[in-house]
């Protein structure tokens, strides 16, 4: 018996259910390559179901045309670089794939033009200098409080040499805010501000820069879901002697979002990770060398790479990746940190 439908051969299949199914991973094989990749992609959605209870509520066929999206563009359902994020629709949930900000970084990087972006946050007693489009000086005094944040930057290094960059002042960037915020429900402006503002900056960037065809519809995609689920895999669900499967409509405007539990801030939902599998390869570095969570949270927060409040997977990307580049000095500063404070040796 098909495993589309439960034996009782009256209802629709669950989600956890339709992931698992041969028709499903077949098709994964044929987009990644191999079966080893699509297993661990099934494996990947699996665990994003588990971590957030509303996906098992969105249509089956949602689902896996968020899944497929993902692989199609080459975004990794990993919690940092997309998410699938439910979507309450009228009286039924849809699943949508949300590119992070960290996987759109990696889709412009392919286009082989950038060379590296950089995202940053300016404060009232930072020294920042922007002349005629280009920043030309930007120092922090990290012994001493930067102050509020008034602006924010992204940064493109070109491949032929030279920069692209903008800069996004507070009143700009609040004015945003006040355009994406939908519904009465907290939303991810409120809850992490600084990582929204960045992506915001760097999304403005993209307009100007020579990005790939993947990056265009991994951009389109955070207002525009779109079906793509493969005709042989969504045959299975429209099979006449089994319950029809809802199909997600569109609408004029976006639904409003359920806040997934647990789930990685992303436009829809927040930016900032937060899930245990995210945490940065310079934090699971220090933690596998002897260091606690908190002293490597203390040593963060003491150096700006993150907000007082926020843990140490809220640490950007490019940070974490300077960190792992000089991993001595890293570990160096740790140990150090540790001595001032009596800590244990």
Request: aromatic share 6%; proline share 7%; hydrophobic share 40%.
């Amino acid at each position: 018996m098909s495993n589309i439908a439960k034996a009782d051969n009256k209802e629709p299949l669950s989600v956890k259910a339709a992931v698992e199914a041969p028709e499903f991973k077949r098709e994964l094989a044929r987009i990644v390559g191999d079966a080893v990749g699509a297993d661990r992609v099934a494996r990947m959605v699996v665990t994003s179901i588990a971590r957030t209870p509303g996906l098992a509520e969105c249509t089956p066929k949602s689902v896996l045309s968020a899944v497929y999206q993902a692989v199609q563009l080459g975004l990794t359902l990993d919690g940092r670089h997309a998410h699938l994020v439910p979507f309450r629709d009228g009286d039924k949930k849809i699943c949508t794939l949300v590119p992070d900000y960290k996987g759109l970084i990696q889709l412009a990087l392919k286009s082989k033009l950038v060379t590296a972006i950089t995202l940053e946050t300016v404060c009232e007693n930072d020294d920042f200098q922007w002349d005629r489009g280009v920043i030309t000086r930007h120092t922090v005094d990290w012994r001493s409080p930067r102050g509020e944040a008034y602006a924010w930057y992204a940064i493109a290094k070109m491949a032929g040499g030279g920069e692209a960059c903008v800069v996004l002042p507070r009143s700009e960037v609040e004015a945003i805010r006040a355009r994406s915020k939908k519904g009465s429900k907290q939303s991810p402006w409120d809850t992490d501000f600084n990582e929204m503002a960045k992506k915001t900056a760097f999304k403005r960037l993209a307009k100007v820069l020579p990005l790939t065809p993947e990056f265009a519809e991994a951009e389109r995609l955070e207002d525009e879901p779109t079906d793509v689920t493969p005709k042989t895999a969504a045959a299975a669900f429209e099979r006449p002697q089994r319950s029809a499967l809802p199909e997600p409509q569109p609408e004029a405007e976006r639904p409003e979002v359920e806040q997934p539990a647990g789930e990685p801030p992303t436009e829809a939902v927040a930016v900032t990770v937060v899930e245990d599998d995210a945490v940065p390869d310079s934090v699971v570095l220090a933690t596998s060398k002897g260091f606690t969570m908190q002293e490597v949270t203390d040593y963060l927060r003491e150096q700006g790479f993150i907000g007082k409040n926020q843990p140490p997977s809220a640490l950007s990307a490019e940070h974490d990746a300077s960190l792992m580049k000089s991993q001595v000095g890293f570990l160096g500063a740790l140990g150090k940190a540790r001595a001032l404070k009596g800590g244990a040796k």
